[in-house]
């Protein structure tokens, strides 16, 4: 059963391939829309109430991040024109995708997956832009090595989406060298918005073999929210996928208020619950979070593992 699944999983990630070879990594239709939307008064708009799902289009990114990042770099007037994203996959569903190829910012990106940076490697895109890639998995002891190798010192953009051991490897990031305008931090919505939790930390997590539901990876918002706001960060909201969670520096705090993480939770509306065999069950976020219940999570308040 066990290289039953392999097998499967093999398939299912050939085909993914396939699918994103084919694709058009310059739509100009699609950039074309994007433009149209910025140029709206109504996007353009803010008050102190922002929500960020109202900014939310989507061209590359694989919710509506693209329309909070331009809204932010906008709005900002982000100077550092450099980004660092972690867990790419193949960077066709990426965060900063559009910053690159819309925005010319220089980048850097890691994965895992030698295959993926393969990808984009020989990608015809690749050449006109300025976007360094490092095949690596990452934990919190190679984590400044690996950045160093970007060249890079206060970058405008940071994004951690690891699946896995995200919150620890903020904590071990050095945060003052690099000084992220704005900081995007996957959060797990199955952990909830009260308890300040993550998985604890193991150097090989992969959020499949911790549990065969994928369910069962990172950090609560909570925890994130208050390691960023000891490292001079502060929370804005979140996408209205649920899945990404925006912060700035303390500086701008008078152009863009901070939100409580009670106002501006929002639970995961995507349903990839797997079950034994690695099917997908579309089953509710009710589900997805029963799924898990019992998994060993650590508490950041009492420094001890707990039952999720």
Request: with cysteine; hydrophobic share 35%; net charge neutral.
């Amino acid at each position: 059963m066990k290289f039953k699944n392999m097998i499967k999983n093999k398939l299912r990630l050939l085909m993914y391939h396939l699918n994103w070879i084919s694709a058009d990594w310059e739509d100009k239709s699609l950039i074309l829309h994007a433009k149209t939307i910025m140029s709206s008064s109504v996007w353009r708009f803010s008050d102190e109430k922002l929500d960020l799902s109202s900014k939310e289009f989507r061209v590359y990114s694989q919710w509506g991040d693209d329309g909070i990042i331009q809204y932010l770099i906008r709005t900002l007037n982000i100077e550092n024109k450099k980004f660092i994203e972690f867990g790419v996959g193949n960077y066709y569903e990426s965060n900063t995708h559009f910053l690159l190829v819309h925005d010319n910012w220089s980048g850097f990106v890691i994965d895992a997956s030698q295959e993926y940076m393969d990808i984009v490697r020989n990608n015809p895109f690749f050449w006109r832009y300025d976007l360094k890639l490092k095949t690596s998995f990452i934990n919190k002891d190679n984590i400044n090595d690996l950045l160093s190798e970007s060249n890079f010192t206060d970058i405008g953009l940071l994004h951690i989406d690891l699946d896995g051991n995200d919150y620890w490897i903020l904590d071990s990031l050095d945060m003052d060298k690099y000084n992220p305008d704005i900081l995007i931090l996957e959060y797990n919505s199955n952990f909830g918005p009260d308890r300040k939790i993550t998985v604890p930390y193991d150097p090989l997590f992969s959020c499949i073999d911790a549990h065969f539901s994928g369910q069962y990876f990172g950090a609560s918002l909570s925890a994130l929210e208050e390691l960023a706001g000891k490292k001079g960060y502060y929370f804005i909201g979140c996408n209205s996928a649920g899945n990404n969670a925006y912060f700035l520096k303390n500086k701008y705090k008078s152009i863009i208020g901070p939100k409580t993480v009670k106002k501006g939770f929002v639970s995961g509306k995507y349903r990839d619950n797997r079950d034994v065999n690695g099917e997908l069950l579309f089953s509710s976020r009710e589900s997805c979070i029963n799924a898990i219940r019992g998994m060993p999570v650590f508490n950041i308040q009492t420094k001890k593992i707990e039952e999720f």
